[in-house]
């Protein structure tokens, strides 16, 4: 999600209104639905409060393994997670990828309320396909923000975060910043957090910088949250789906001192 290039592109455009810089914010990838579903995975169909029918696709759980409900970063689809993810769903875990109202081919306009609409029908959808089994919720990038709110609506256990932003406005240019009308202030949602927080950033992300992910670990740390922050040397702004393995892998071992070693370079911070 290359919010910060997004919006420079907007000054080259008369902004008579707010949606103008809005549509910068959510870039839905050409093509909808048209990309065949992968064969290890099946499409899910979910209805939203307000009345929506979205798709999204999901891999079942392995016996004893957790699911994880994903919401991706923008210009990005189910299919993109479900490849990214495949180390994780080859290794067990089950995973629901959301699918985002405008997004695969899926009806509406996005906006932050709408976006929290979908997540709170597939969150329905992933413990109904838990069970009595661990879900976690896993945001990326634009999705961070996506995972932060519906943990302050949900009673969300582990919520994992890759590549994600302190706040929108952060991302954006001080002449759009008051023009912004969704805010995905993950800053702000940190201190009401119940659940346990993984922060996932590549030092060398390009998109979003690792500075965002500081000032997330900072307000956890005076939160006196459960879990840390782990730094990667490099993945840029998707880390690979291995390194990812590895690190949720421990989210269920225990003590992360006492859990597989990390891939080399890998840094975890706790927060306290």
Not at 124 to 137: M, N, Q, Y
Not at 224 to 249: V, W
Request: charged share 15%; aromatic share 6%; hydrophobic share 45%.
């Amino acid at each position: 999600m290359r919010l910060a290039k997004l919006f420079a592109l907007a000054v080259t455009v008369p902004l008579s209104s707010c949606g103008i810089v809005n549509s910068y914010v959510y870039q839905p990838p050409s093509g909808g639905d048209a990309t065949p579903v992968p064969p290890h995975a099946e499409r899910v169909r979910v209805e939203t409060a307000d009345g929506l029918t979205l798709a999204g696709l999901a891999v079942p759980a392995q016996a004893g393994h957790p699911t994880l409900l994903v919401f991706n970063g923008n210009a990005s689809t189910p299919t993109e997670v479900i490849d990214w993810f495949r180390p994780l769903t080859e290794a067990g875990y089950g995973l629901v990828a959301a699918g985002y109202r405008s997004y695969f081919g899926n009806p509406g306009r996005p906006n932050e309320a709408g976006l929290a609409a979908d997540a709170d029908a597939f969150f329905a959808e992933a413990r109904r396909r838990a069970g009595s089994g661990p879900l976690i919720v896993v945001g990326h990038s634009l999705g961070g923000g996506v995972a932060f709110g519906l943990a302050r609506r949900q009673p969300v256990d582990q919520l994992v975060t890759i590549g994600t932003f302190s706040r929108l406005r952060a991302m954006a240019p001080g002449f759009a910043r008051p023009l912004l009308r969704d805010r995905y202030d993950n800053l702000a949602a940190v201190p009401g957090l119940g659940a346990t927080l993984t922060l996932i950033h590549a030092t060398d992300d390009d998109v979003i910088p690792v500075t965002e992910a500081r000032l997330l670990h900072e307000a956890a740390v005076a939160a006196g949250l459960r879990g840390g922050t782990y730094l990667l040397p490099r993945g840029g702004h998707a880390p690979d789906g291995e390194q990812i393995l590895t690190i949720l892998d421990r989210l269920g071992g225990g003590a992360p001192e006492n859990a597989a070693p990390l891939p080399a370079g890998v840094r975890f911070l706790p927060f306290r």
